[in-house]
């Protein structure tokens, strides 16, 4: 299977702004789709957004607006811009489509 790393994580403050990166070690994984999820402390994994083969995005109403995913085939990496952050958005974030593993993950911490 295909190894992500994902980065990009940080402390912010309640409005601020992140991006997010998941780069693939195969070639064209990306391309097939890929989602972004997060894991709160206490609370299950929840996909957040999802970018289709064909770009189609999806988005779980609670970052509808805020979040945007986008991807760059040529360097088979996949990104997400996290705008107005909130104290609710504080999560360790992983990516994943079906041919790759599960990363390590970026944390993310927001403070009102």
């Known amino acids: 299977q295909v190894q992500v790393v994902e980065s990009g994580g940080g402390s912010v403050q309640s409005g601020g702004s992140l991006r997010l990166s998941c780069a693939a070690s195969?070639?064209?994984?990306?391309?097939?789709?890929m989602n972004w999820y997060r894991q709160a402390p206490g609370k299950e994994r929840e996909v957040v957004a999802t970018i289709m083969h064909d770009d189609r995005t999806h988005y779980v109403e609670s970052v509808e607006g805020r979040f945007t995913i986008s991807r760059d085939n040529a360097k088979n990496t996949v990104y997400l811009q996290m705008n107005n952050l909130e104290p609710e958005d504080t999560a360790v974030y992983y990516c994943?489509?079906?041919?790759?593993?599960w990363g390590k993950g970026t944390l993310v911490t927001v403070s009102s």
């Open positions: 195969g070639s064209s994984v990306v391309s097939y789709g």
């Open positions: 994943k489509n079906g041919l790759t593993t």
